[in-house]
């Protein structure tokens, strides 16, 4: 390895064969990365890390996992944990399994906790003592958002129920990492585009007709990367006014403010008083 390419800055990004994933690493290797892809696909991502070596000239280590796999999972931890300049984590990996949950499958609800939830936190758990220890480094979780539509209906938004769960949580879990991440020199940032396009939904079995418009996959990379130079830790690609996104906020923190500093049961909890 020249001394070049041993001073070029190392990304890894689950989910990489495809879709934001896939335009990630294209976009990094651009941007003078060497990529660490990570993905079920073999085929796809050794075609991809063919191209980025001829395109970019970025070399591209290619790991097949499939994360909804303890042993999967565990080797790409190891992986993570082993790369000593990992300066960028992309947790991109995931599906939809949008499905009724009175009758969801009980192996499907395992698949999108583990792929959402425990991947996410361990590979973060992986990456982050090192990027600490180094002073510098970034995490970007790409969640949802169908994050933020737990009370809109169903229709004509999917039946969503432990997806949007999920997806919730990587919100919560970036926005409290980034509380504890300050300081450090580390970086760590949540993203929640709409519907891309992509496969993700094709491969549902979803009639995406009655949808909104998708955004493309490079237009969201663009996005989050420009939201880390920003210093942004929620990334809402397609949000014109943030200071929607930050009034929520606000509201969220004046909610548990007011709550968390009363020890009586609120008045409409109370038992009525009974006549006789």
Do not use: W
Request: glycine content about 10%.
């Amino acid at each position: 390895m020249s001394e070049t390419a041993a001073n070029r800055p190392r990304a890894l990004v689950t989910g990489a064969s495809a879709g934001i994933g896939m335009a990630f690493a294209e976009s990094l290797a651009r941007k003078g990365y060497d990529l660490m892809l990570v993905a079920r696909r073999r085929e796809r991502l050794e075609a991809l890390s063919e191209r980025l070596m001829r395109e970019a000239g970025a070399e591209a280590e290619v790991t097949c996992a499939d994360l909804t796999d303890p042993r999967g999972l565990a080797e790409v931890e190891a992986r993570v944990g082993g790369a000593d300049e990992l300066a960028l984590l992309v947790n991109n990996a995931g599906f939809g399994g949008y499905h009724p949950f009175a009758s969801i499958e009980p192996g499907v609800i395992d698949d999108l906790i583990d792929i959402h939830v425990r991947a996410v936190t361990r590979l973060t758990r992986a990456a982050l003592p090192g990027m600490i220890h180094r002073g510098k480094g970034a995490i970007v979780n790409i969640a949802s958002l169908l994050a933020l539509s737990g009370a809109l209906p169903p229709t004509p938004l999917p039946h969503r129920a432990t997806y949007a769960g999920a997806k919730a949580y990587m919100l919560a879990f970036t926005q409290a990492l980034a509380g504890e991440v300050t300081g450090t020199g580390v970086q760590v940032q949540v993203c929640l585009p709409g519907r891309v396009d992509t496969e993700f939904h094709k491969l549902q079995g979803m009639d995406t007709s009655a949808l909104p418009p998708a955004m493309t996959a490079p237009d969201v990379v663009a996005a989050s990367l420009m939201a880390l130079d920003q210093g942004e830790v929620v990334c809402i690609p397609a949000l014109a006014d943030a200071s929607l996104f930050e009034g929520l906020t606000e509201t969220q923190v004046r909610v548990f403010r007011a709550a968390v500093m009363q020890t009586a049961l609120a008045e409409r909890y109370r038992s009525p008083v009974r006549a006789g």
